[in-house]
């Protein structure tokens, strides 16, 4: 007989005494396991017991030991009853160990590998990097997790003949991956075509308690809101939940010296365009005087109506057309006053040099209106505004629907290069919203007034508007209506207690004394106490 057979017939006869041996002692076994329980019980209540209960406790078990010795078939019976319930104590099975809990790492980045790997699998690739029985260990370099769990950064190679330069290809990746890793995050994704590497970072949440304030920026510097730290080399203090600290701003620089002196803002419905122009307002009050056109007629910024600097506020169509029309000509007056003024060598008048500001609210609802009445569009209006308004003083502010973007017209979308977005836009609205394509992929649900900015040629920032409600609207919290009262320019009956009464001006100016020869001469105090605003109604 070979050898092997001899082996292959040890093993079976060893497999079978063993198999004979474990039924033979299993009683023995069970009976084992639940002494084993037994003692690990009574060992688990003399732990628990208190120290000043021990003795008494020991003193009974005595005294129960002794009466079983003296009963007759006493120790008999104590051991058939022991034996019994070590026999149902151990009748289950031991357990079986836990298995460790799987690798968040393997799972997750796993996860990700897998659905990346349709599009980024060559048919042709003889060493392909993705494929479908890969590990992702040879395409992730580097990744993190946060306390909880969630990618929070990763760094993946991809193949050479991927097409990396193509907007679609990329939003398909970054759709993926914000998928695996979370859509209730905004992710950065900086790609390096020259490496064939992506980066990928989870983005902290910007604040969102940040209300209406008068923020420290020189004239002409509009704050639109805030941003990351990466965003800006600046930091201002805010007041934030009671306490001051600093954040990084989003500022738009304004005036004749501006490269960008007219800002387009669009955005999803409900998410904040018209508190980003009544943050403008607030902050264009105290150097500028304002005309505000409402195309929507919402009575967004009915608070506007009446204050010092405030020309008029439009909500109807006939309105609109002769608040702009007065613009216009009022920009003409501005230009042929500055001519004047250089060819004479002196200095402009003061009512040419400050500041003037349009601030229309959907005003291609404004333009369907009038196209169907057979009027003129008021868009058409603007142009002489955009296109001569930096050396006029004048700043044109466009906000509308993120999805009427193709309504406005041409000479708005080309003069107006400081843009803004907000809500959570897709990468073709993203792109053609601020004329650059966005590296950050928006979270599915986007708080109030989140959203991005681009200043000219710069990159992409995002961006958090401070929280700057209708001090009108009965449903707004009452600090924040405060705050926004507390910077218009004087008190409205509506909103505020009556403002003091006013002395009426006299019928003639008073006398005023000789002045004495021989006094001496006292020096001109020049100084004023409070910037001078002068109003002019439209005729």
């Known amino acids: 007989m070979p050898l092997h057979r001899h082996l292959s017939k040890g093993r079976a006869i060893a497999r079978t005494a063993g198999d004979h041996a474990s039924d033979m002692f299993a009683p023995l076994s069970v009976i084992g396991r639940g002494l084993r329980h037994h003692v690990d019980w009574a060992r688990s209540r003399w732990q628990d017991t208190p120290k000043e209960r021990r003795g008494p406790t020991l003193f009974l078990t005595a005294a129960l030991l002794i009466g079983v010795y003296l009963l007759p078939h006493g120790l008999l019976f104590a051991l058939i009853a022991l034996m019994a319930s070590a026999a149902w104590a151990g009748r289950a099975p031991r357990a079986a160990p836990a298995q460790p809990a799987p690798d968040v790492a393997d799972v997750k980045l796993g996860a990700l590998y897998a659905a990346l790997t349709p599009y980024l699998c060559g048919p042709e690739d003889a060493n392909p990097l993705y494929h479908f029985e890969g590990g992702y260990k040879n395409a992730f370099s580097d990744w993190e997790f946060d306390g909880e769990g969630r990618l929070s950064r990763l760094e993946l190679t991809y193949p050479a003949y991927f097409t990396d330069t193509e907007p679609a290809a990329r939003a398909r990746i970054e759709q993926v991956v914000q998928g695996k890793a979370g859509r209730a995050r905004e992710y950065r994704f900086d790609w390096d075509e020259e490496s064939n590497r992506l980066r990928i970072a989870a983005l902290a949440p910007l604040p969102t308690d940040i209300v209406a304030q008068r923020f420290v920026a020189a004239p002409g510097e509009v704050v639109l809101g805030f941003t990351d730290e990466g965003g800006t080399a600046r930091t201002i203090p805010v007041t934030r939940g009671g306490t001051t600290v600093q954040q990084p701003p989003v500022v738009w620089r304004t005036?004749?010296?501006?490269?960008?002196?007219?800002?387009?803002?669009?955005?999803?419905?409900?998410?904040?365009?018209?508190?980003?122009?009544?943050?403008?307002?607030?902050?264009?009050l105290p150097y500028g005087d304002l005309v505000v056109v409402d195309g929507a007629g919402t009575g967004e910024h009915a608070c506007l109506v009446n204050r010092p600097?405030?020309?008029?506020?439009?909500?109807?169509l006939h309105g609109a057309l002769a608040a702009l029309e007065w613009a216009v000509g009022e920009t003409e007056r501005r230009l042929a006053a500055l001519n004047a003024a250089r060819h004479a060598g002196g200095a402009p008048p003061e009512d040419v040099t400050r500041p003037l500001w349009l601030l229309l609210d959907h005003p291609t609802e404004l333009s369907e209106l009038a196209q169907a009445e057979g009027r003129p569009d008021p868009q058409d209006l603007l142009e002489l505004p955009l296109r001569h308004g930096r050396a006029a003083r004048v700043t044109v502010v466009v906000a509308d629907d993120l999805q009427a973007r193709h309504r406005l017209t041409a000479t708005v979308r080309a003069t107006t290069r400081a843009r803004v977005v907000l809500g959570p836009a897709g990468p073709d609205e993203g792109h053609d919203a601020l004329g650059a394509p966005l590296d950050?992929?928006?979270?599915?649900?986007?708080?109030?007034?989140?959203?991005y900015a681009r200043i000219g040629n710069g990159t992409p920032v995002r961006l958090q508007v401070p929280t700057t409600v209708d001090p009108l609207d009965d449903e707004a919290p009452a600090p924040l209506r405060d705050a926004v009262i507390a910077l218009l320019p004087h008190r409205d009956t509506r909103t505020e207690a009556a403002a003091p009464a006013v002395p009426p001006r006299p019928d003639c100016p008073p006398a005023v004394p000789a002045a004495d020869p021989a006094a001496p001469a006292r020096p001109v105090d020049l100084a004023k106490d409070e910037p001078m605003i002068r109003s002019r109604p439209i005729s």
Request: aromatic share 2%.
């Open 440 to 451: 950050i992929v928006p979270a599915v649900h986007a708080p109030v007034g989140r959203g």
């Open 255 to 284: 005036g004749p010296r501006s490269a960008e002196p007219h800002l387009l803002v669009l955005g999803v419905t409900g998410y904040g365009t018209s508190s980003l122009l009544r943050s403008i307002a607030l902050q264009a």
């Open 309 to 316: 600097g405030v020309h008029t506020v439009e909500t109807s």
